[in-house]
């Protein structure tokens, strides 16, 4: 399948695997791009430059082929050191940098001179037109559905992605709620060029993560999401756990006087408990309705295959045969 997606990155399916907090290693971005898709390592997962400089390195001994990382710009508690983060990635060949959480406008001019291309996350369209009007090479837009933050519009992807196609010029990716063969068709219906997966990408033989965190996943339906931290206006949402409850317990109790120091037990730090260790109420964890349409863990060449051949069955057999009828 040839997209402007494909040809923009040099993959051979216009699917992406998106930036994940202790997900998003070497591991599993190689697996990804090796199946012919993109994969990205999640830059602030490394908590030095010089740690993402060596998981940059450690991907390209796994793959010689196009992978991306993620930078990712979100209210924390002490700011990243951005700049190393940048030079790790231009000094390590890296040709694709996800962006998320905010503008990334001051990091454009020495990504495009390193002639990286930028591919913008964002939850909106008229952040999408205001990452298109500074200069970002393609966007990924996050409806509603989807794992981690989804903003504070709630506009699900059956509208987002058709209003994205109205008004964007650059090509983007659907990102939130994708899982398969049927995703994909529908968001290249709805104006897409390609599909963007975190959720479903975490329930994959390569994701290094605990197999608690993928058998949580496989067990959830679509009903087991929450939104947390909306009064902070940093939703994210989340799978439904202990912490989770009593996240929102706290949200009910204190109400618009709710601060970050409040929820703090909840939320920082906690990654790599449920990640590695798998403590599943360590704290709360993105996690997309997707979930819901996830019932196994195959290896990333045979998800990635899969939803390519389904997506041929349903555009050459399902779809042509109502237009031949
Ligand atoms: C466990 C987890 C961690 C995530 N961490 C990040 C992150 O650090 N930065 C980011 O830009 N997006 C992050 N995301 C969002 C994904 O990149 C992607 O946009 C989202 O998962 C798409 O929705 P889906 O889960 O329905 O596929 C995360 C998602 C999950 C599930």
Not at 172 to 181: E, L, T
Request: aromatic fraction near 4%.
């Amino acid at each position: 399948m040839k997209t402007r997606i494909t040809e923009l990155f040099g993959i051979q399916h216009p699917i992406i695997q998106g930036g994940m907090h202790y997900v998003g290693f070497a591991e599993l971005a190689a697996a990804v791009s090796n199946a012919g898709g993109l994969g990205i390592i999640t830059g602030l997962t490394q908590r030095t430059p010089e740690l993402l400089a060596n998981e940059i390195r450690r991907c390209r001994e796994l793959t010689d082929k196009p992978f991306g990382v993620n930078l990712t710009f979100l209210p924390v508690v002490n700011t990243p050191d951005y700049p190393g983060y940048i030079r790790a990635i231009i000094d390590g060949g890296v040709k694709v940098v996800e962006t998320a959480g905010n503008n990334p406008q001051k990091w454009l001019p020495a990504l495009h001179e390193a002639g990286i291309k930028i591919i913008h996350k964002c939850t909106s369209v008229r952040h999408a037109l205001k990452a298109e009007a500074i200069g970002c090479d393609a966007i990924s837009v996050d409806g509603f559905e989807c794992g981690g933050h989804p903003g504070e519009d709630d506009v699900p992807n059956f509208i987002l992605l058709p209003r994205a196609a109205d008004e964007l010029k650059i090509p983007f990716v659907a990102s939130g709620g994708m899982a398969d063969g049927r995703s994909l068709v529908a968001a290249l219906a709805l104006g897409a060029e390609g599909i963007n997966m975190g959720t479903r990408f975490i329930a994959t033989q390569e994701a290094p993560v605990h197999d608690n965190v993928k058998a949580a996943i496989v067990a959830a339906s679509e009903l087991d999401t929450r939104l947390v931290m909306r009064p902070l206006r940093n939703t994210e949402r989340v799978l439904r756990n202990v912490a989770v409850d009593r996240l929102l317990e706290k949200e009910r109790q204190l109400g618009t006087a709710i601060k970050f120091e409040d929820v703090i037990d909840e939320v920082a730090g906690v990654y790599p408990k449920i990640m590695k260790d798998g403590t599943m109420d360590a704290g709360v964890w993105s996690c997309g309705m997707v979930a819901g349409l996830i019932s196994d863990v195959p290896s990333v060449k045979a998800l990635i295959d899969r939803i390519m051949a389904e997506a041929d069955e349903i555009i050459r057999a399902r779809l042509d045969r109502m237009l031949a009828a």
